[in-house]
Nanobody, 128 residues
Framework: QVQLVESGGGLVQPGGSLRLSCVASGFILDFYDIGWFRQAPGKEREGLSRIGRMSRTLKYYADSVKGRITISKDNAKNTVFLQMDSLKPEDTAVYFC????????????????????WGQGTQVTVSS
């Protein structure tokens, strides 16, 4: 079974930091571009970041979070990370990771329909 599992979410104060993890099982994560998304209640699922597969090392960030998040991966652990700093209440959402099995072009990078395997999400709450 191919699976992605997110972890690392929780309650954090404004200005704080979290590092989310996305662990792949049943497939080699490095074979695919991996994206991070979030979805707040009543809002569309929002693309945040993407990291390239294998030798493709480019990282992409949405304007809404650029400068506050860093995507990275540890291939030995089959894990992609999302480091989040300077968190704001507006960052409160369920955060998902997803794999693009097809290797789509850039117009798909921040669209949920551009990804094929999804985790179940981890809740991030930014509040005092």
């Amino acid at each position: 079974q191919v699976q992605l599992v997110e972890s690392g979410g929780g309650l954090v104060q404004p200005g704080g930091s979290l590092r989310l993890s996305c662990v792949a099982s049943g497939f080699i994560l490095d074979f695919y571009d991996i994206g991070w998304f979030r979805q707040a209640p009543g809002k569309e699922r929002e693309g945040l970041s993407r990291i390239g597969r294998m030798s493709r090392t480019l990282k992409y960030y949405a304007d809404s979070v650029k400068g506050r998040i860093t995507i990275s991966k540890d291939n030995a652990k089959n894990t992609v990370f999302l480091q989040m700093d300077s968190l704001k209440p507006e960052d409160t959402a369920v955060y998902f990771c997803a794999a693009d099995v097809r290797g789509r072009i850039s117009s798909w990078y921040f669209k949920p329909s551009g990804y094929d395997v999804w985790g179940q999400g981890t809740q991030v709450t930014v509040s005092s």
